[in-house]
């Protein structure tokens, strides 16, 4: 897991402004379903509390409902949509 602290000095259309970002969370195949996840956000958490940020941000492919449905449960809500077309 990766956790990076932002700020952000001229927000645009945001409510971010000081925030952590879990870049990579990932837990073994072998090893899901087993709190591990949680416990990996529980951490990030307490990383970013630490250190003064107001949000914690993650972001997840939609195919991925498993990861989805555990950070829900985390506490996260939706924020941003990221739309893709295939250029053929």
Do not use: W
């Amino acid at each position: 897991m990766c956790v990076c602290l932002e700020h952000e000095e001229d927000v645009y259309l945001s409510t971010l402004v000081d925030y952590a970002y879990v870049s990579d969370l990932v837990v073994l195949s072998s090893h899901r379903g087993q709190g591990y996840g949680t416990a990996l956000l529980q951490k990030a958490e307490e990383f970013a509390r630490q250190r003064g940020m107001t949000m914690l941000k993650i972001q997840v492919l939609v195919k991925n409902q498993q990861a989805t449905s555990v950070y829900l449960h985390a506490g996260f809500r939706p924020y941003e949509l990221a739309l893709l077309k295939p250029l053929e």
